[in-house]
C-alpha cells in the first residue's frame, strides 16, 4: 500500500490522501478536497483515481468531489446514511465493508460516530497497520462536535473502537493540528514529559512532510486516551469543582471536550 498524505496550505490545514496499490497504480482519493493537487500528485506519481472516499459530509471534505469525478470518472464512497448530505455517492459504506484499490489494497471500514453521525474511518491491516481518521482523532487530539455531532457519541467511539487499535497503528487525520493539541494536553497535564518532548521538536514542522504518530505515542500524548491520569483529573478539577474524587472515564472525556471547545 502506498500512502500520500497531501498538504493543503488552506486555513483549515487540511490534508489529503492517496492510497494506492503498487501493482496497478489504482488509487482512492480520501477527502479529496484540493482537487488540483491530488490531481497533480496522483498524475507525477503514475496513479490512476478510481475512488473517492469522503469520511463525512462537512465541505472541508466533500468540495473536491465534482472535480476529481469529472476529472477520473471515479466512483464516489460514503456513510450508507449520507446519501442526502454527500451528492453523487456511488456506494454507501457499513462498519465491516471493505474498500479494495486495486489488488493488493484492502482497508476495513469503521463507522465512527460522534463528530457528525454519518463518519467513517478506514483501517489498514497488515505489516504496517493504519487508520485513516478523518476529524474522528487526530495527531494528538480529538475532533470536536460542533457540526451535527455528540459528544456522548465520540467518547463510544474512542472507547469502544479507537482504545483497541493495535500500538503500531499509524494515525492519519483530515487535519494538522499537532502542536496545539500537545499544548491543550500540556495545559491539561502539565507533567507530560513525552507531549512536552513531541511539542518540542514537531512544533514548527512542516506538515507537507509532517509527522505521522502511532497509536503507541497516541496513549501518552493525547490527553483524551489518558482519561484516568490522575494528573489530568486533579487539572479538570480546577475547572470542574464539583467533579467526582474519581470520575468515570466517559465524564472525564466530555469535560475535557467541553474545554477543548473554547481553548
Not at 482497508?107 to 454519518?118: A, F, I, K, S, Y
Not at 474522528?136 to 483497541?164: I, K, V, Y
Not at 495545559?187 to 497509536?215: F, G, I, K, S
Request: hydrophobic fraction near 40%.
Amino acid at each position: 500500500m502506498i500512502v500520500k498524505q497531501i498538504w493543503t496550505a488552506n486555513r483549515y490545514r487540511n490534508f489529503n490522501y492517496l492510497i494506492a496499490c503498487e501493482e496497478t497504480g489504482e488509487a482512492l482519493a480520501i477527502d479529496p478536497l484540493d482537487s488540483a493537487q491530488c490531481l497533480a500528485v496522483a498524475h507525477d506519481a503514475g496513479f490512476e483515481i478510481t475512488q473517492v472516499l469522503n469520511t463525512h459530509e462537512h465541505n472541508d471534505h466533500i468540495g473536491g468531489n465534482q472535480a476529481i469525478v469529472e476529472a477520473t470518472g471515479a466512483k464516489v464512497l460514503a456513510h450508507h446514511q449520507a446519501h442526502d448530505k454527500i451528492p453523487g455517492v456511488d456506494r454507501g459504506l457499513a462498519a465491516g465493508d471493505v474498500v479494495r484499490v486495486g489488488k493488493t489494497v484492502e482497508l476495513e471500514v469503521l463507522d465512527t460516530p460522534g463528530h457528525t453521525m454519518c463518519h467513517l474511518c478506514l483501517r489498514a491491516h497488515g505489516d504496517q497497520p493504519a487508520i485513516f481518521t478523518g476529524d474522528t482523532l487526530f495527531n494528538a487530539g480529538a475532533g470536536n462536535c460542533h457540526n451535527g455531532g455528540d459528544p456522548q457519541r465520540l467518547f463510544e467511539t474512542f472507547a469502544t473502537q479507537l482504545e483497541s487499535l493495535d500500538a503500531a497503528t499509524q494515525i492519519f487525520p483530515g487535519h494538522d493540528y499537532l502542536a496545539n493539541n500537545l499544548r491543550f494536553t500540556l495545559a491539561r497535564e502539565p507533567d507530560n514529559a513525552d507531549a512536552q518532548a513531541m511539542l518540542e521538536r514537531y512544533a514548527d514542522q512542516d506538515p507537507a512532510q509532517a509527522h505521522v504518530t502511532t497509536m503507541a505515542q497516541e496513549r501518552r500524548v493525547n490527553t483524551f486516551f489518558r482519561l484516568r491520569s490522575p494528573s489530568v483529573i486533579e487539572a479538570l478539577r480546577e475547572a470542574f469543582p464539583d467533579l467526582p474524587a474519581n470520575p468515570d472515564p466517559r465524564t472525564v472525556f466530555l469535560k475535557l471536550r467541553e474545554l477543548r471547545n473554547h481553548w
